[in-house]
């Protein structure tokens, strides 16, 4: 008998065709246990099938499959629809058997549903199966079965909150699960200890979760906590302390005592019934009583010498006091006029020599890497002085002259070759070459400069993009103008496809073709997870027709390519031989890759209306969509309300959701008409669109109402999630994005010489001579990498001609800001070698 074709090539046939088939065909076994056909005998061929097992609602945890299962006699074939349509023969596993008592024939088909399959319709319909079990006489439907895929978010809806309620009163806590599938399940813990309302009836929890203490005790003092669970998760709240405290009370008045002298009885009460407790009120009112005596009740006394005593001590007493005060008084002036004498004395001394700044203490080393150089026995064409490689004094101004003027003590300054003041001048200037096709048009984030063999730096403030061209990279005789630039995503277009996304800015250094002698480093902020177990990692580069080519996956680098890189937490630093335009692509291998959004909230800083926005930015975590971002809302007048946010957004192809809480209702109220707002997630996994943000539409009731208060949320369903808690004044703080933060990073942009650099040229010449070459000990240039904990590139060193001079120049790319040469100087000592010979060491001696 043939195949059935209907569903197994997903075309749909009616039950009644179906059955037509069936009987113009015979009902032969065809015996595969891929085929749900069978033959039934002749006594049970008018029988309709009835079902034993139909398949029930299931959920997906995690990416586990789930299987659905359907038993039917008697049947002569069992397939599954799922979502309308026929799932495929070769998915269907099917088992025959008998049934003993009616010697009836048994067919059961089992199915796996993947979450990719329920995830295809996502937001579309839920996703159902049944099964259609036919017989000689008609067919059957089973019940529907519903797949889910399971879930519990992080975030709770209403956490509770603590309280402090006096002895006996209701308590009430509230507590709102997160929003899960299946719906989460609600218990209460005191201390971490399980609330069990049937073996404490004083406790209740209520149909909506709350929990109720009908009559607060001491005991109940501590910390309560909601925990919600499902088949997914286990998700506690933060916890809310009750005090549970007692007012204190009065006790019943003693008896009046008896007349005094003073012609006066008292009696008095205690604070004791009962006595204030843990934070409790003291009793209020008086707790000690006086009434006048009657004349009788009042015993007669008569003043005298005794009285007279009493008085002129008394006095006496008063007068000592006086003096004593006076002593102490004209004592502390005296020594204050002393104190400020030598304070002004101390400060005349020592004004010619207040030190200029603070350096830190040195090691036992330190002089190692600030050695005098010795000029006799340099091979070098450069003579003179080198002062300090970051003073002020050291950035270079710009000439025409040669660039090596001699200066009349002997010594030598460098300077660039002169660049006008516009930059727009550069710019045009630059266009006017042939070699250049791609010319930077963003003046204001571009950097420029002219360099010669000495080298020196670029660098675009407050983007951690920059440039660092290592000494002899350009060849001597060579002066070069050189530019850095970050373009704007809007105008470089990168193909990305399946799961890829932009994982930094797209940088252009140039201009592109000269020639250098050695690897220049470009670093530039990344927002991946720096997993590479996560990622495969990938560095693109626009070739002169414009379109972008793979030139290296990061982790199987190639020697004898001419790139290399150093993949760090939030930065990677590109060594290449040519200069272009570059940019770093990943492409996630599994769900658990993630990107990092930075997440920020501006308001407006003015608002005379009864609206006000708050607007969330979701962007990549990379200092140059930052910085436009913060230009853009100072243009806007804009203010950022709170400190930035760093969230993970995993390839789930999970949307992300903001939703804003807790406001005053009687004073505040949203404009949102759903509980959330959502960003798709290819919006943001794409990372092509650099201002992704949603705003909130908040409406105060009055115009006096100032003071706003709130919780802002932002997740990624079924993934990690940031809040905000927001508590201002939106009249007291009306400046806008404080400028001085696009000129926090107040480093020149462009240094050229010794003064781009951390270790002085003639000092850095003797470290690489000392370690390059090889000693069988291992102390050289094998073992500073081990120090400086970069192993994993020790076959891109030994690949050049000097291995130290690699290692020295990622070490000024990565500590140009925040290095400390003395602990460059201690890294050296810890090599092994004695600290006079460092320098000189010879060859014999290795």
């Not at 005991?219 to 669970?229: E, I, M, P, S």
């Not at 630039?485 to 193909?495: A, C, N, S």
């Not at 692509?585 to 800083?605: I, P, Q, W």
């Not at 992704?692 to 999630?721: A, D, I, K, P, Y």
């Amino acid at each position: 008998m043939p195949l059935l074709p209907g569903p197994f090539v997903r075309r749909r046939f009616s039950a009644a065709l179906l059955v037509l088939w069936l009987m113009f065909a015979g009902f032969t076994c065809s015996g595969s246990e891929h085929t749900a056909t069978a033959t039934l005998p002749a006594a049970f061929s008018d029988l309709l099938p009835h079902f034993l097992v139909e398949p029930e609602d299931e959920y997906i945890v995690k990416n586990k499959p789930v299987t659905l299962t359907c038993r039917s006699t008697p049947a002569t074939q069992i397939y599954f629809k799922c979502i309308g349509e026929w799932v495929h023969q070769d998915d269907h596993l099917i088992e025959r058997t008998i049934d003993p008592a009616t010697a009836l024939p048994v067919m059961q088909v089992t199915i796996d549903i993947t979450r990719q399959q329920v995830e295809k319709i996502f937001g579309l319909d839920e996703y159902w199966c049944q099964c259609v079990a036919w017989s000689t006489t008609g067919t059957q439907k089973s019940q529907k079965a519903y797949i889910r895929i399971a879930y519990l978010r992080k975030n709770f809806e209403v956490e509770p909150q603590g309280k402090e309620v006096a002895l006996d009163q209701e308590v009430l806590l509230r507590c709102l699960p997160p929003e899960g599938v299946p719906q989460a399940e609600v218990e209460w813990q005191r201390n971490e200890d399980l609330i069990d309302p049937a073996s404490d009836p004083n406790f209740f929890i209520t149909a909506d979760h709350n929990l109720v203490i009908r009559k607060a005790r001491l005991a109940d003092t501590g910390n309560y906590t909601c925990v919600a669970k499902n088949i997914v998760a286990r998700r506690k709240s933060n916890s809310a302390t009750v005090l549970v405290y007692v007012d204190g009370g009065w006790s019943e008045w003693s008896k009046w005592s008896a007349c005094g002298a003073d012609c006066s009885m008292w009696r008095s009460r205690e604070c004791t019934q009962p006595s204030p407790g843990t934070g409790g009120k003291d009793c209020q009112g008086l707790d000690l009583q006086s009434l006048n005596c009657t004349s009788e009740q009042c015993p007669q006394t008569v003043s005298g010498a005794e009285d007279v005593a009493l008085y002129v001590g008394m006095v006496a007493v008063a007068l000592c006091l006086t003096l004593l005060l006076i002593v102490v008084v004209m004592v502390y002036r005296r020594k204050k006029e002393g104190l400020d004498a030598d304070v002004a004395d101390s400060s005349i001394l020592t004004t010619g020599f207040q030190p200029m700044g603070i350096k830190p203490s040195k090691p036992e080393n330190s002089h190692l890497l600030t050695i005098q150089p010795d000029l006799t026995t340099t091979t070098t064409s450069y003579q003179g002085t080198l002062r300090s490689r970051h003073d002020a004094t050291g950035k270079f101004s710009m000439t025409n002259g040669p660039l090596l003027d001699p200066l009349p003590n002997g010594s030598h300054t460098l300077h660039n070759g002169k660049l006008n003041a516009d930059p727009a001048e550069f710019v045009s200037r630059l266009s006017s070459q042939s070699y250049f096709k791609t010319l930077p048009r963003d003046v204001a984030n571009t950097s420029y400069g002219t360099f010669n063999f000495l080298g020196g730096r670029l660098t675009i403030p407050s983007t951690g993009i920059s440039l660092l061209i290592p000494p002899e990279a350009i060849p001597r005789g060579k002066i070069y103008e050189i530019y850095l630039t970050v373009q704007r995503k809007e105008d470089l277009r990168l193909p990305l496809a399946g799961c890829q996304t932009l994982l930094s800015p797209v940088v252009s250094c140039g201009p592109p073709g000269v020639v250098l002698s050695r690897p220049v480093i470009l670093s530039m902020d990344h927002c991946s997870d720096a997993c590479l177990d996560n990622w495969a990692v990938r560095l693109k580069k626009q070739n002169y027709e414009g379109a972008w080519e793979d030139v290296l996956l990061m982790g199987e680098e190639l020697v004898a390519e001419p790139y290399h890189c150093q993949l760090e937490a939030e930065t990677c630093r590109l060594f290449s031989e040519q200069l272009g335009t570059f940019a770093v692509v990943g492409e996630s291998l599994h769900m658990g890759a993630a990107k990092r959004l930075r997440l920020v909230l501006f308001s407006d800083a003015y608002c005379s209306t009864l609206e006000y926005n708050i607007r969330v930015y979701c962007m990549d975590d990379t200092h140059d969509v930052f910085k436009e971002v913060m230009q853009m809302e100072q243009q806007l007048g804009g203010r950022l309300i709170d400190e930035p946010h760093v969230l993970l957004f995993k390839d789930t192809y999970h949307n992300l959701r903001l939703s804003i809480h807790d406001m005053p209702q009687a004073h505040w109220r949203s404009k949102l008409l759903a509980g959330y707002q959502e960003i798709p997630f290819y919006h943001i996994w794409n990372g092509s669109q650099r201002y992704l943000h949603c705003t909130f539409t908040l409406e105060r009731l009055s115009l006096s109402t100032c003071e706003l208060t709130c919780q802002l949320c932002v997740w990624q369903v079924e993934g990690e999630g940031q809040s905000f808690s927001l508590d201002f004044n939106i009249a007291k703080d009306t400046r806008a994005v404080d400028s001085e933060f696009l000129l926090m990073d107040s480093n020149a942009t462009a240094l050229a010489g010794p003064s781009a650099f951390q270790i002085p040229y003639l000092i850095r010449q003797k470290i690489c001579s000392s370690l390059d070459a090889p000693c069988p000990n291992g102390a050289d240039w094998r073992m500073l990498a081990q120090r400086l904990k970069l192993e994993r590139h020790m076959s891109f060193f030994a690949s050049k001609a000097s291995p130290t001079s690699m290692i020295l120049d990622l070490w000024e790319a990565q500590h140009f800001h925040s290095g400390n040469i003395n602990q460059l100087a201690s890294v050296m000592a810890d090599i092994g070698k004695q600290e006079a010979m460092i320098f000189l060491v010879s060859d014999g001696e290795c």
